[in-house]
């Protein structure tokens, strides 16, 4: 890095000799260049996002169907909004979803924790295990999903294989794919293997930020290890626990390309999450004033949630 | 958003201290959270219908105290 | 579970703790690399061995799967068959002797060069709005900043469905819906996002000294942010281009709900990779190979600075 810096100032020291400009006019030019670099980011995100959530806000008010354009749009208040907001099924959708949310971050909090915990001990090569374990995570959920679809496959798939092998069932005794209490867990599984390394990565920085002299202290003092565990190891982690957390909360609520694979939604509705009972409703039935509602409601769930994440972020920022 | 971490409560009253950004945001994270339980909890179909209203009340309010009083 | 030496610090674990440690997460290592080695076996197994019970490990090499995945093929009657010439190549010679011929290309390859158009020209667009951006956010005093900063952020955090409701219905009536453009626009926005956050963290921890230095000596602002922090930003600007490819290459949700020919990426496309009588799954494994192998390489590359790219940059060490 300072070899860097050095080199690239015997540059400009050889390229650029030029008359002093007065500090006012360096100082108005600083405030058009800011302006200059945000205005393209900001354009395209209004361009992009902003614009497209306003008409969302708006046709959630109307009986707009994106199939049928040239019937006349009528205004119909918050209509959509007291229908889903009573509606049994939809309901019924958002406990799928919190089933999935709770378990996934429930397994991948602690597997992920206790990885970090293990991979802190610092043996021989954990850098390179890390990389290995953290592979997963980097690859696209939709192509997860595909394959995992065959490994669960009832006759010929290697998960079924390993479950008959281990317990005696038959193997082709059970679908995890097509099965209404099984299902729900399939999608628990693939889940929890593709992100339990993102948890685990997070709470490593965690454990990475606790200074020694800490432990240090509590040896001087007799502390069990035990006890270090619960009143250092665990206090001084948890705002990185939460971090990883509420990410994967969020992320799963919204959850869609990777259960949409597996299992799209079924059998039946056993594991038609909310991501992909908002995709029936918008892109199969084509009820878009409706499906508008609906994404209007989840995006102001994960809109509250991101909130509160910006500030686990910013607590976890000044350590 | 900057964590706000000096403890200068020594001068004014109690309500000045409770209408400060702290604890008025620890009170919109509260309902936000509020919210997603009761959008997604299987007791109480009432619960459920109120949640939105909450979460958004919830954001809403979050937005506001995140930029009064530093 | 006191450390016995006293060369060591206190706070070491024990060479039995850290035994121990190292197993369990070998062990983890390994078993989450099972359905990816297995993914990858299958890709270079005949169809016959891949649905075989038990599952095989040992098995003859063979490329039909990668065959299949690149061409198209239509059955014919032996006779027919013999009345050709001798078969153009190894995939015409595996499908003859399942008394098919070759009738031309699939369409991965044109799926696959999309993804590959779409991840790198939304990448480069990201970059540079982003990097530019950053720079905005880092050194200069912007009103509202941290709302901005916020509001940039929580476009990233957006369900994807509710998102495409509105962007599918503004493409249809601008005409971007199915293109490769319509589908870089899209990818870019919620690229940047992140682009912004990282590379003001890679930005924030550049000393301003260095363009204050530049500064007397009379580079203008522009000049400075190009010669001095440019260069001092390129790790960061790298370790942000591959984060925002890997989104790109890997995004579903968008990719299946907004295109169908033209534009379509290969997540969409290789679950949709049919056989006679349902999926063919050594086509389906090669596919994903294929798609994935530069996920895997990248990951490599980029592991020292995963932490920073999954936290938005909050998280540093």
Redesign the interface.
Known sequence: MNELSASSRITYRAVMVRPGVTRRIRGLSDRALAWLFITPTIVLLLAINIFPLLWTIYLSFTNYRANRSNVPTIWLGADWYQSILTDPDIWAAMQVTAHFVIWTVVIETVLGFGLAYLIDKKFRGHGMWTTIILLPMMLSPAVVGNFWTFLYQPQIGLFNYVVAFFTGRAASSFQMLGDVTLSPWAIVIVDAWMWTPYVMLICLAGLRSIPDYIYEAAEVDRASKWRQFWSITLPMALPFIMLAVLFRGIENFKMFDMVNLLTGGGPGSTTEVASITLKRAAFESWRTGYSSAFAIILFVTVFGLANIYVKALNKVKSR | ???D?TPSIARGGLVDRLLRRGPL?AV??TI??A??VM????FL?TL?????AT??F??VM??IV?KVRE | MTSATSAHSVVEPTATTRRFAGSLVVLYAIITMIPLVWIMLTAFKSPDDAISYPPKVLFKPSLEGFCNLFTTRSRQTPEFIRSLGPPQGMCDEIARSRNMVVAGPSNYVPRFVNSLIIAFGSTVLAVALGTLSAYGFSRFRVPLKDDLLFFILSTRMMPPIAVAIPIYLMYRTIGLSDTRLGMILLYTSVNVSLAVWLLKGFIDEIPREYEEAAMIDGYTRFQAFVKVVLPQATTGIAATAIFCLIFAWNEYAFAVLLTSGNAQTAPPFIPIIIGEGGQDWPAVAAGTTLFLIPIVVFTVLLRKHLLRGITFGAVRK
């Open positions: 958003m900057s964590v971490v945001e919109a994270t936000i959270a919210g997603v959008l997604m909890q299987p179909l459920y219908s109120w949640s939105f979460t958004l919830g954001t979050f937005t995140s």
